[in-house]
């Protein structure tokens, strides 16, 4: 079984930045491929990033190129996304999501077998 839990939503202004944190149980890092997704109010839920063992951040969707930043924390069996140059439209419930695989990024949603709980990331304007 794993277990994933997000962290580090929050509100902030037009241009701020957050780190959004999944703590990871029941399997290490190495084993497993994490994606982000996030639903914004009133809008299908959307693919932003993914991380595997074999490759560093692929990102689903070219609105956060440049802006978002997948890592990985081993010693705590934590995965990241750095969120910066915030804009409104980013509003949303951040989720992660992963799928037991070494490698491969999938932006759709139901290749993936677990789900955290979801963390509310507001940017007011």
């Known amino acids: 079984q794993v277990l994933l839990v997000e962290s580090g939503g929050g509100l902030v202004q037009p241009g701020g930045s957050l780190t959004l944190s999944c703590a990871v149980s029941?399997?290490?890092?190495?084993?497993?491929?994490i994606a982000w997704f996030r639903q914004a109010p009133g809008k299908e839920r959307e693919g932003v990033s993914c991380?595997?063992?074999?490759?560093?951040?692929?990102y689903f969707t070219d609105s956060v190129k440049g802006r978002f930043i997948m890592s990985k924390n081993f010693a705590k069996n934590t995965v990241h996304l750095r969120v910066t140059s915030l804009k409104p439209e980013d509003t949303a419930v951040y989720y992660c999501?992963?799928?037991?695989?070494?490698?491969?990024?999938?932006?759709?949603?139901?290749?993936?077998?677990?789900w955290g709980q979801g963390t509310q990331v507001t940017v007011s304007s």
């Open positions: 999501a992963t799928k037991a695989a070494r490698y491969g990024c999938y932006d759709n949603e139901d290749e993936y077998d677990y």
């Open positions: 029941g399997l290490a890092l190495d084993y497993l491929v």
């Open positions: 991380i595997s063992s074999s490759e560093g951040t692929t």
